[in-house]
Structure formats: C-alpha cells, structure tokens
C-alpha cells in the first residue's frame, strides 16, 4: 500500500508542476473545469484541483498510518482519486488541441443560412418564453397565498431576465444578418 501511495504522490507532484505552469500561461477559465462530483473546489485553475486531489492522497496516508484505513474507505478514496488524476491528465493533454479548436472556431464565420438558422431558433424560444412568461404572470394573480404567490414572482424575474437576453442575441443576430447582406 505504501508503494501505491509514494507513486501517487510523485505522479499529484508532477501534475502540480504543469498544473501551476498552465494556469500561468492561461489563467483562469470562464468555467470550473471540472463537474462538482469530482472536485469539491469548483475550479476555474487547474493548481486547486490538483491540491484538492493532493489533500485526498494525505488523508488516506494519514488515516492508514494511524490504522483507521477500512478496506472500504480506502477503495472509495483510491477511486476518487484515480478518476481525478485521469481528469486532470486528460485536461493537460487535451490542451494543445484545445488552443488549436480555439484559433479555428476564432476564424471561422458563420454563413448568412447558419444564421437565418440561428435567428428562427432564437425567435422560437423568445415565443416560448413570452408564453411562458404569460402563464407565470397568471399565476401570480391566482396565487392562494403570500408566499405561493412571492414563488410565482420569482419565476416571473427569472423569465423576463431570460427573455431579456433571448431577445438581445436576437438583435444581435438580426444586425449581423442586415450588416452581412449590406456588405454583399
């Protein structure tokens, strides 16, 4: 067990190493970069995953050098730790391909039917959410009590905010759309 262990730990070292190199070159994500299940940090660099996965390893040495490791316990926290270490590693060899997606994505223009394409799509969820919206607002009028109908005026926030930036982007693609076809 002590084998596995010191390989871990030389293997969470060097991952540090790139891990702090990376985030220094690319700083922080818009994201976390990795789902809640498998880092409780939430991280948007790659540094406090690795040491999240580091304070994992050191728990379970401290724990079996005080003789409370149950086999249980150490296969829950040897998978964890397998299935952060492989996100990571992936997330380090992924990077270059990434940059590369990135730089492609960054040239490419969307053709003038991609984006009569993505106005109807835009104009279709505006629909539903006006409808929506309607429905919540009836709601609120039906409501039987204060705090039913406080419910109900919440939802009616989050759908205008959510209409209200629906119908941007919208615009947005309507004057993308006029400016491409004047330019034509």
Same mark, same amino acid.
């Given at each position: 067990m002590k084998a596995q262990l010191e390989t871990m730990h030389q293997l969470l070292d060097q991952l540090a190493k790139r891990a702090a190199e990376v985030d220094r070159r690319r700083g922080e994500a818009n994201a976390p970069l990795f789902a809640i299940q498998l880092f409780q940090c939430k991280g948007k660099l790659l540094t406090p995953c690795v040491n999240e996965a580091q304070g994992l390893l050191n728990v379970m040495r401290r724990d079996d050098e005080q003789g409370l490791l149950t %086999? !249980? /316990?150490?296969?829950? $926290?040897? %998978? &964890?730790? +397998?299935?952060?270490?492989?996100? +990571?590693? /992936?997330?380090? !060899? &992924?990077?270059?391909?990434?940059?590369?997606?990135? !730089? &492609? /994505? @960054?040239?490419?223009?969307?053709? $003038? @039917?991609?984006?009569?394409? %993505?106005?109807?799509?835009?104009?279709?969820?505006?629909?539903?959410?006006?409808?929506?919206? /309607?429905?919540?607002?009836?709601?609120?009028? !039906?409501a039987s009590t204060p705090a039913v109908r406080q419910d109900y005026q919440k939802q009616v926030l989050a759908l205008e905010q959510r209409l209200a930036r629906c119908r941007q982007a919208r615009e947005r693609i309507e004057s993308t759309i006029s400016y491409r076809e004047r330019k034509t």
């Open positions: %086999e !249980a /316990r150490a296969t829950h $926290i040897c %998978e &964890t730790l +397998l299935a952060q270490i492989s996100a +990571l590693q /992936r997330e380090l !060899a &992924t990077l270059p391909l990434r940059k590369q997606e990135q !730089a &492609t /994505r @960054g040239r490419r223009r969307q053709s $003038i @039917g991609e984006l009569y394409q %993505e106005l109807a799509k835009h104009q279709d969820w505006e629909r539903r959410l006006e409808d929506k919206l /309607r429905d919540a607002n009836a709601s609120v009028d !039906a």
